[in-house]
């Protein structure tokens, strides 16, 4: 079966570079039409889509954090490693990794979920 | 970016029916997708294509998509059915991926 499972850091230091890794299976990372991304949810807040990456190596970062953010892939690992540097308060999170489902013009939805991993930012 | 607007809450009686409305321009033109997310539980996908269901979701969830306004509606709701659901949409030619700012259900 498909899961996926995130781990890293609980607590980071303001300034700090977060990383954080996503390890998958029941699916291979050069699955053709396939790709895994990280979503972040603040306590009591919405679903924001952070950055993603595709079977073919394609990646895309949200506009907002863009200079922060750097994904990349281990396909022999099965897994998916998110950075984010200069780390502030503001992002403290449940930080989700998720497995992308393809439709007929590319991209479409997220079929399966990881548990989340809740970051603490602070000094 | 496109913008998906969920009313905040929504609340129902159990056994009866609950619709969740998510706004966008034009929505009906592209495929919205729902996700069920539980206290303290990762979302789970519940609907999509606008009207699919996964395997293991019950019938109770259905879905529709026209013009300005997608609606997720939960028939004979259950107090299990309590949670936070938030619409999604991907018109990946042009623009990241969506998500509405999520809608909290209450079951009276």
């Known amino acids: 079966q498909v899961t996926l499972k995130e781990s890293g850091p609980v607590l980071v230091k303001p300034t700090e570079t977060l990383t954080l890794t996503c390890t998958v299976s029941?699916?291979?990372?050069?699955?053709?039409?396939?790709?895994v991304s990280w979503i972040r949810q603040p306590p009591g807040k919405a679903l924001e889509w952070l950055a993603h990456?595709?079977?073919?190596?394609?990646?895309s970062y949200t506009t907002s954090l863009k200079t922060r953010l750097t994904i990349s892939k281990d396909t022999s690992k099965s897994q998916v490693v998110l950075t984010m540097t200069n780390m502030d308060p503001v992002d403290t999170a449940t930080y989700y990794c998720?497995?992308?489902?393809?439709?007929?013009?590319?991209?479409?939805?997220?079929?399966?979920w990881g548990q989340g991993t809740l970051v603490t930012v602070s000094s | 970016s496109y913008v998906l607007t969920q009313p905040p809450s929504v609340s129902v009686a159990p056994g009866k029916t609950a619709r969740i409305t998510c706004g966008g321009n034009?929505?009906?033109?592209?495929?919205v997708h729902w996700y069920q997310q539980k206290p303290g539980q990762a979302p789970l996908l519940v609907i999509y294509?606008?009207?699919d269901r996964p395997s293991g979701i019950p019938e109770r969830f259905s879905g529709s998509n026209s013009g300005n306004t997608a609606t997720l509606t939960i028939s004979g709701v259950e107090a299990g059915d309590e949670a936070d659901y938030y619409c999604?949409?991907?018109?990946?030619?042009?623009?990241?991926?969506?998500f509405g700012g999520g809608t909290k259900l209450t079951v009276l």
């Open positions: 990456i595709l079977s073919n190596d394609e990646k």
């Open positions: 294509y606008d009207d």
């Open positions: 029941g699916f291979s990372l050069s699955d053709a039409r396939m790709g």
């Open positions: 034009n929505i009906g033109s592209i495929s």
């Open positions: 998720a497995r992308i489902d393809y439709g007929d013009f590319g991209p479409e939805l997220f079929d399966f």
């Open positions: 999604q949409v991907w018109d990946s030619s042009s623009d990241p991926p969506v």
